[in-house]
């Protein structure tokens, strides 16, 4: 697969000014560019790195895409929705990225509104890496994250931790391979030590971390590919770090991008012992990959399922979404059929344009599937109900006049039956 274009993580200088003027102009830029309130610069300067050029073989990390300004959020209450409540199963545990910053934190109760109440469980915000004192968890950053996942028992805190600060300045694989051999060594565990002690401080102790995500490509100072060895002793390093400060109950997400990217994930993975969760980021990419390709490239969807399942973990996607195929209803509609199959124990799409559906108006077919799928879901989970008898007569097909039918797919665990929506509900409900 051609190399991953880059998502801003609030690692740019420019994306870490004043806090407040950041929550309010940065949706569309991605990921980490809210670093809260009462974040302060250390004085400090970065580890100095060493002078020789990268390798030639070294692929250069594309620039990052252009921002795109975000639309309004496309409103609806449940009495203006024309779909009905879903029958008897469980809802799984999902979230969207909504913005790093307190922001992301007061969205996921508008999305439960569009939702039509169906309750978001999963936070799931990233931490900056542009200096160390960020990756610790700086004051005032965690703070609304541990307020909102404290609020109910059933909530779920997913955190996306930068292994190395200057994580995307672009530092060629001779210095990352310097940084990797100085982090097996030690150099960095204190830090660590920091966020694991700032974490259960803040009575957050069973946040879900997600060291070092998408190390398998090229973008971040992260990565795995210029010393695998090195990378996976630094991983189990961090992991032995974190467990070892007293009241954690942290679960660890070896999460790598689909695919192969610049090297296999596999060759990246740090052991059993010290991996709770194997994650994936699968975007619908490259441009006119189909999503059965998706499923079966290597290392792509089912290798992940049949990784995790040969080494008994459970699965997560912590990131996905839209992509380089536009707005990509059946991409959209195998996914949550995917998801529906393989239950992984949490998902979060990530929600900003290109990729999202609830921000990004650009995806009106994408928007109505996901909202379809997940509306109106307060059950409690209980038993699974017996299939109904067979029919006696055969069924009508094809959607009753003035109804496009989205199609059930696997969606039964979603909502118990196949889906009719008026032709023109979604310009009555924008």
Not at 336 to 356: A, F, Q, S, V
Not at 405 to 416: C, E, K, R, T
Request: glycine share 8%; aromatic share 10%.
């Amino acid at each position: 697969m051609a190399p991953r274009q880059r998502r801003t993580r609030s690692t740019r200088p420019a994306a870490v000014l004043a806090a407040a003027v950041v929550a309010s102009v940065t949706l569309a830029a991605g990921p980490g560019l809210d670093t809260g309130p009462g974040t302060a610069r250390a004085a400090v300067p970065p580890t100095p790195l060493p002078t020789t050029p990268a390798a030639p073989s070294s692929p250069p990390v594309p620039p990052a895409p252009a921002p795109v300004t975000p639309p309004v959020p496309l409103p609806a209450t449940p009495a203006q929705s024309p779909v009905p409540p879903a029958s008897g199963r469980a809802v799984p545990d999902f979230g969207m990225f909504l913005d790093s910053g307190p922001r992301g934190v007061a969205r996921m109760a508008e999305v439960s509104q569009w939702l039509g109440g169906t309750e978001v469980k999963v936070a799931h915000t990233y931490l900056p890496g542009d200096r160390w004192q960020d990756i610790e968890g700086a004051p005032g950053f965690l703070d609304p994250w541990a307020r909102w996942r404290r609020e109910k028992a059933d909530r779920t805190l997913v955190l996306n931790v930068p292994m190395q600060e200057r994580n995307e300045e672009g530092l060629s694989d001779v210095q990352v391979r310097w940084l990797l051999r100085q982090a097996a060594d030690g150099a960095f565990d204190h830090h660590f030590r920091a966020l694991a002690e700032r974490l259960v401080e803040l009575k957050v102790p069973d946040t879900v971390i997600v060291p070092g995500w998408e190390m398998n490509g090229t973008t971040y100072t992260h990565r795995c590919g210029p010393d695998p060895a090195a990378w996976k002793t630094y991983w189990n390093r961090i992991v032995t770090t974190m467990r070892s400060v007293p009241g954690q109950r942290f679960r660890f997400d070896f999460t790598p991008s689909r695919g192969r990217d610049a090297v296999p994930w596999t060759e990246c993975y740090p052991g059993d012992a010290t991996v709770d969760i194997i994650g994936m980021d699968a975007y619908d990419q490259p441009s006119g990959l189909s999503f059965d390709d998706q499923v079966a490239e290597p290392y792509g969807l089912q290798q992940h399922v049949d990784f995790a399942k040969a080494h008994g973990k459970p699965l997560s996607y912590p990131e996905w979404g839209l992509f380089q195929n536009g707005d990509d209803a059946e991409y959209m509609r195998r996914m949550l059929d995917w998801i529906d199959e393989h239950k992984p124990l949490y998902n979060t799409l990530t929600d900003y344009c290109p990729h999202g559906v609830w921000q990004c108006a650009a995806n009106p077919r994408s928007s109505r599937i996901y909202r379809a799928a997940l509306y109106g879901r307060t059950e409690q989970p209980g038993p699974v109900p017996p299939p109904p008898p067979a029919p006696t007569s055969a069924p009508t097909t094809g959607p009753p006049a003035g109804c496009s039918s989205l199609g059930p797919g696997n969606w039964g665990y979603w909502l118990g039956g196949n889906l009719c929506l008026p032709f023109d509900w979604w310009s009555r409900n924008r």
